[in-house]
């Protein structure tokens, strides 16, 4: 009997020195997770009557081989399609139609466009619809779309600023664009086509002392804009209350002022505006190619008069020009966005993240990645950062989670048992030739 136990313990030793030794040889493997050998001790059937305090052990087994799934370290890389999980989760991977999860996010992008690893299998996750929403349903193939960005024609201009009230009329009358002395504050926004072609709204203050108000000149180009042939301003009215608020109510909703018509919500609107661009005899001339279908609202609520210099402090337009693909960025939600050079981002999908019950119950299949078993149960496939989903790390690669210190403890360790079980053995032979020697 003491035979087959050394010998079950020199099979524990060597499960121990063989798992040991392929989690220090992982040590370096992007998102592996280090294994433990768990060993239970053998009892042989016990006869009847024989008592429990008497049985001696018929030596070892290897219970489990079971995988750490602690988090590694997350190490920024500066790839925008290498991705970590930072918390809970899998990537789920199409491996030619049969599912797979892993933790290496080694991403790449193939002649197809899809977000795949080097193995080949394709990351998964939710697509956008025709408006950039997210559809949350079922999983597909996330896809890089390199295709150029449209332009998109400016329906609206926010801007906020403020008028200063302390300010006196100018001295110069009438209003000329080209004389500074005429006017007390100017600034210019841009606005765009539907081809993407860029145009510069000019915008003019002149005070009105008299009124409490400010008198407001606008251009495109240094045109009119319902007709470029000519430079004439729209001219339109900012009445102000006495704290310095804009007048809304002395504006009338529906009324045409000046050539911009005014909203119910108080903002104006530029209904007439007419792209334009010179002509080949150098002439300022409609472009019939391009349109501005709707106008172009001016939201201009948030005016001041305020003793303060007269400043602009934000404004917004909803407008681009046509944008090139220069990069990818991937945010903790797992959104994936796409860069243009006309600096505007464009969601093109979400990476999914899968989780389930007993991550102990994956059957591994090589490539740092595991199959679905009846032991782990169903994955549960979310959105990144939301319940007990991990969040992504962009940019970012999860290391090993292998401790090498606490490893070579233990080749140590399993080196000394391997040699108390074969010492075990030998002492056992000894023993059985001197039996024999007797007879």
Same mark, same amino acid.
């Given at each position: 009997?003491?035979?087959?136990?050394?010998?079950?313990?020199?099979?524990?030793?060597?499960?121990?020195?063989?798992?040991?030794?392929?989690?220090?040889?992982?040590?370096?493997?992007?998102?592996?997770?280090?294994?433990?050998?768990?060993?239970?001790?053998?009892?042989?059937?016990?006869?009847?009557?024989?008592?429990?305090?008497?049985?001696?052990?018929?030596?070892?087994?290897?219970?489990? +081989?079971?995988?750490?799934?602690?988090?590694?370290?997350?190490?920024?890389?500066?790839?925008?399609?290498?991705?970590?999980?930072?918390?809970?989760?899998?990537?789920?991977?199409?491996?030619?139609?049969?599912?797979?999860?892993?933790?290496?996010?080694?991403?790449?992008?193939?002649?197809?466009?899809?977000?795949?690893?080097?193995?080949?299998?394709?990351?998964?996750?939710?697509?956008?619809?025709?408006?950039?929403?997210?559809?949350?349903? %079922?999983?597909?193939?996330?896809?890089?779309?390199?295709?150029?960005?449209?332009?998109?024609?400016?329906?609206? +201009?926010?801007?906020?600023?403020?008028?200063?009230?302390?300010? %006196?009329?100018?001295?110069?009358?009438?209003?000329?664009?080209? @004389?500074?002395?005429?006017?007390?504050?100017?600034?210019?926004?841009?606005?765009? @086509?539907?081809?993407?072609?860029?145009?510069?709204?000019?915008?003019?203050?002149?005070?009105?002392?008299?009124?409490?108000?400010?008198?407001?000149?606008?251009?495109?180009?240094?045109?009119?804009?319902?007709?470029?042939?000519?430079?004439?301003?729209?001219?339109?009215?900012?009445?102000?209350?006495?704290?310095?608020?804009?007048?809304?109510?002395?504006?009338? %909703?529906?009324?045409?002022?000046?050539?911009?018509?005014?909203?119910?919500?108080?903002?104006?609107?530029?209904?007439?505006? +007419?792209?334009?661009?010179?002509?080949?005899?150098?002439?300022?001339?409609?472009?019939?190619?391009?349109?501005?279908?709707?106008?172009?609202?001016?939201?201009?609520?948030?005016?001041?008069?305020?003793?303060?210099?007269?400043?602009?402090?934000?404004?917004?337009?909803?407008?681009?020009?046509?944008?090139?693909?220069?990069?990818?960025?991937? @945010?903790?939600?797992?959104?994936?966005?796409?860069?243009?050079?006309?600096?505007?981002?464009?969601?093109?999908?979400?990476?999914?993240?899968?989780?389930?019950?007993?991550?102990?119950?994956?059957?591994? +299949?090589?490539?740092?990645?595991?199959?679905?078993?009846?032991?782990?149960?169903?994955?549960?496939?979310?959105?990144?950062?939301?319940?007990?989903?991990?969040?992504?790390?962009?940019?970012?690669?999860? @290391?090993?989670?292998?401790?090498?210190?606490?490893?070579?403890?233990?080749?140590?360790?399993?080196?000394?048992?391997?040699?108390?079980?074969?010492?075990?053995?030998?002492?056992?032979?000894?023993?059985?030739?001197?039996?024999?020697?007797?007879?």
């Amino acid at each position: 009997m003491s035979f087959n136990i050394g010998l079950s313990g020199l099979y524990a030793a060597n499960k121990a020195l063989n798992v040991t030794g392929n989690n220090i040889a992982n040590s370096a493997t992007t998102g592996f997770k280090a294994s433990r050998a768990e060993f239970a001790d053998q009892y042989a059937s016990s006869v009847r009557g024989t008592s429990g305090r008497t049985q001696v052990g018929s030596g070892v087994r290897t219970d489990a +081989v079971s995988q750490q799934f602690t988090t590694g370290n997350i190490v920024g890389t500066g790839k925008s399609l290498d991705l970590a999980i930072d918390g809970d989760g899998f990537f789920a991977m199409s491996d030619n139609g049969s599912r797979i999860y892993t933790r290496a996010g080694a991403f790449y992008s193939d002649k197809e466009g899809k977000v795949v690893n080097a193995s080949g299998a394709t990351l998964q996750g939710y697509p956008v619809d025709a408006n950039g929403q997210i559809v949350r349903g %079922a999983l597909t193939d996330l896809k890089i779309d390199t295709g150029n960005l449209a332009p998109r024609a400016t329906s609206k +201009v926010s801007e906020t600023l403020n008028l200063n009230s302390t300010q %006196a009329a100018p001295a110069l009358t009438p209003f000329d664009p080209s @004389d500074v002395k005429t006017y007390n504050y100017t600034f210019n926004t841009d606005l765009y @086509d539907s081809q993407g072609n860029l145009h510069q709204l000019n915008q003019y203050f002149v005070r009105d002392t008299a009124n409490n108000a400010w008198t407001m000149y606008t251009t495109v180009n240094g045109r009119n804009p319902a007709d470029p042939t000519n430079t004439t301003p729209l001219v339109n009215t900012l009445p102000f209350k006495s704290d310095g608020s804009l007048d809304t109510a002395s504006m009338t %909703a529906g009324a045409v002022a000046g050539g911009m018509s005014i909203a119910t919500d108080k903002t104006f609107k530029m209904d007439n505006w +007419v792209p334009a661009a010179k002509n080949a005899a150098g002439a300022w001339a409609s472009n019939g190619a391009v349109a501005n279908d709707g106008g172009v609202g001016l939201d201009m609520l948030a005016t001041t008069q305020y003793n303060a210099a007269s400043a602009t402090t934000a404004k917004d337009q909803d407008g681009y020009s046509t944008g090139e693909l220069t990069g990818l960025t991937v @945010d903790q939600s797992g959104n994936l966005f796409a860069n243009f050079t006309n600096g505007r981002d464009k969601v093109i999908g979400q990476v999914a993240v899968a989780t389930f019950a007993n991550m102990q119950g994956l059957t591994p +299949v090589g490539g740092t990645a595991w199959r679905e078993s009846y032991n782990s149960g169903v994955a549960v496939v979310g959105e990144p950062d939301t319940g007990t989903f991990g969040k992504i790390a962009g940019g970012s690669l999860e @290391d090993s989670n292998v401790d090498l210190t606490g490893e070579l403890v233990n080749l140590i360790k399993a080196q000394s048992n391997y040699q108390a079980n074969a010492k075990t053995i030998s002492t056992e032979s000894t023993v059985l030739q001197t039996i024999i020697q007797m007879t």
